[in-house]
């Protein structure tokens, strides 16, 4: 599979799970135009709304050491099923990565990609403020 090592680094990362409350641990990894890889993970607060998803941890990260293109991001969990990104974590990608492969993996390791434009098809975006 093309993405492998993506997935497979998202996949660590779940290991740095902080998720007391929901016992959901989640891992994503996204692709700089550069080849790099950046990871994240899910890190909860006790103040539920403070908690930050695995892929917007991976994305601010990678932006915050200066990188603006991205090819893809990985976002796997101890599921059985697919955990597709949350209507926040499509916004912020479609923000700072635009059009993205976004690879889904499960616990079993079944690997399935789509684009972002599928995933959030008709956004508020930098175009619908301009007037
Ligand atoms: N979570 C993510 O990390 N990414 C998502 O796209 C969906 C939800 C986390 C947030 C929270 O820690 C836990 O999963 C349960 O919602």
Excluded: W
Aim: aromatic share 8%; glycine share 4%.
């Amino acid at each position: 599979m093309k993405y492998h090592n993506l997935v497979k680094a998202a996949r660590k990362a779940i290991k740095f799970s902080y998720s007391p409350y929901s016992r959901f641990r989640v891992g994503a990894a996204v692709l700089t135009a550069s080849g790099k890889i950046y990871t994240g993970c899910n890190i909860e607060n006790s103040s539920f709304s403070l908690t930050i998803c695995a892929e917007r941890t991976a994305l601010f990260k990678a932006v915050s050491e200066r990188h603006r293109k991205f090819r893809a991001i990985a976002i796997v969990s101890d599921n059985k099923e697919f955990t597709p990104p949350c209507g926040a974590c499509r916004q912020v990608m479609l923000e700072l990565a635009g059009d993205i492969d976004v690879i889904l993996s499960n616990a079993n390791g079944n690997t399935k990609i789509v684009k972002l434009n599928t995933l959030l098809p008709i956004p508020f975006d930098a175009k619908t403020l301009k007037h």
